[in-house]
């Protein structure tokens, strides 16, 4: 159990997942209404409401209380993070959709499922559920991917956005101090 997120790591590194969602959220919509395409106008839209799903589900988990807010909890991962979110949503259809489904939505699936293998089996239950179906929804949307013209995360916006990405390292930022805290107690 040694390995195991504390309370307070883990609602952090939730706090965090809820940022990320939310920010997606609003880049997605917002993007939807200026798409070229109505196709990619379309996917945009819906994957604009699973973002704010997914946000939902990770602020019903914070440890909130009258003097803590969900909001509190709330915050970027880190100034690269904000900076892929500029590059992610420049101009160019094709590119954002490979750019999401090649690069961020894989590295979101990482990131939920790294938090599952540390979360509580004692404590962590609803956040276990929480983290099961946002990868199971982020993996059912990656499916997809190449119906809607993705190439895998190749584009030179993909690239970037990836680059970006690993120097927080993974979109959900700094877990590496929780990383080699675990590996140290697990020796």
Same mark, same amino acid.
């Given at each position: 159990?040694?390995?195991?997120?504390?309370?307070?790591?883990?609602?952090?590194?939730?706090?965090? &997942?809820?940022?990320?969602?939310?920010?997606?959220?609003?880049?997605? *919509?917002?993007? $939807?209404?200026?798409?070229?395409?109505?196709?990619?106008? /379309?996917?945009?839209?819906?994957?604009?409401?699973? &973002?704010?799903?997914?946000?939902?589900? $990770?602020?019903? !988990?914070?440890? @909130?209380?009258?003097?803590?807010?969900?909001?509190?909890?709330?915050?970027?991962?880190?100034?690269?993070?904000?900076?892929?979110?500029?590059?992610?949503?420049?101009?160019?259809?094709?590119?954002?959709?490979?750019?999401?489904?090649? @690069?961020?939505?894989?590295?979101?699936?990482?990131?939920?499922?790294? &938090?599952?293998?540390?979360?509580?089996?004692?404590?962590? *239950?609803?956040?276990?559920?929480?983290?099961?179906?946002?990868?199971?929804?982020?993996?059912?949307?990656?499916?997809? $991917?190449?119906?809607?013209?993705? @190439?895998? *995360?190749?584009?030179?916006?993909?690239?970037?956005?990836?680059?970006?990405?690993?120097?927080?390292?993974? !979109?959900?930022?700094?877990? $590496?101090? /929780?990383?080699?805290?675990?590996?140290?107690?697990?020796?």
């Amino acid at each position: 159990m040694t390995n195991r997120l504390t309370l307070v790591e883990g609602a952090d590194l939730i706090g965090r &997942h809820r940022y990320v969602e939310l920010a997606l959220f609003s880049c997605l *919509g917002a993007r $939807a209404a200026d798409c070229e395409r109505a196709d990619v106008a /379309i996917y945009l839209s819906g994957a604009s409401l699973a &973002h704010a799903w997914r946000a939902g589900l $990770a602020e019903s !988990v914070l440890p @909130v209380s009258p003097d803590l807010a969900a909001r509190e909890w709330t915050r970027t991962p880190g100034s690269a993070f904000d900076e892929a979110l500029g590059v992610l949503f420049a101009p160019g259809d094709d590119e954002l959709l490979d750019a999401t489904l090649g @690069v961020v939505y894989p590295a979101m699936v990482d990131g939920y499922t790294w &938090h599952l293998e540390v979360a509580s089996d004692v404590s962590d *239950g609803p956040v276990k559920r929480v983290l099961r179906r946002a990868i199971a929804d982020l993996e059912a949307v990656i499916s997809e $991917a190449p119906e809607l013209g993705s @190439v895998g *995360g190749e584009t030179a916006r993909a690239k970037e956005v990836g680059e970006l990405l690993a120097s927080v390292p993974g !979109v959900f930022g700094e877990v $590496a101090a /929780i990383a080699r805290r675990a590996k140290e107690t697990s020796r």
